[in-house]
């Protein structure tokens, strides 16, 4: 899923507007650029968890700052991707304490199992597979985040069983 040019449907409905003026109530009214981080967060749970260029620009326009504001904070952090991604991404801490764990290995793993490279979507768009920097789980490692939950300790058979759940429905990712 490299170098294509990526197009999105923006949706600010009215109940996602209402949500980020919620957010940006908590901040002073020459501050509205403090409220970027979760309204990103919102905009991006809404719009299959990722963000466009456009997309981007639209959030700079609601927050009255520059498209080059919101696109620095959404390069910088892994927690916005800039490309569709899977149903299921599978975020692998690949800091030192991981790595020396094993976590390089079991994103390896998961790459193998679903037939993708590192960074890479499967053909059905399921499932996605990246390394991130630390996720401050250093106690539970190797270890990776699958939506707003940990799985710690991974083994083989862990992967393989987290792949057949959801497969089967049974991880829900948010409870929005």
Avoid at 142 to 162: C, N, R, S, V
Wanted: glycine share 6%.
């Amino acid at each position: 899923m490299e170098n294509k040019n990526y197009t999105q449907v923006i949706n600010i409905t009215p109940e996602l507007k209402s949500r980020i003026d919620e957010l940006i109530s908590h901040y002073p009214a020459d501050k509205r650029k403090s409220a970027l981080l979760p309204v990103l967060h919102e905009v991006q749970d809404a719009h299959d968890n990722w963000l466009s260029a456009d997309l981007m620009a639209k959030v700079a326009e609601i927050l009255e700052i520059t498209p080059i504001e919101v696109f620095e904070v959404v390069t910088f952090y892994t927690m916005y991707n800039q490309k569709p991604m899977g149903k299921y991404m599978f975020e692998f801490c690949l800091t030192s304490c991981c790595s020396l764990r094993g976590a390089e290995d079991m994103l390896e793993y998961a790459c193998e199992k679903l037939g993708i490279q590192p960074g890479g979507t499967t053909e059905d768009g399921m499932f996605s597979v990246v390394g991130v920097q630390c996720l401050g789980a250093c106690g539970y490692a190797p270890m990776m985040q699958l939506g707003d939950f940990y799985k710690e300790h991974l083994t083989p058979a862990q992967i393989d069983q987290i792949i057949e759940d959801c497969k089967a429905g049974k991880i829900i990712l948010h409870d929005k």
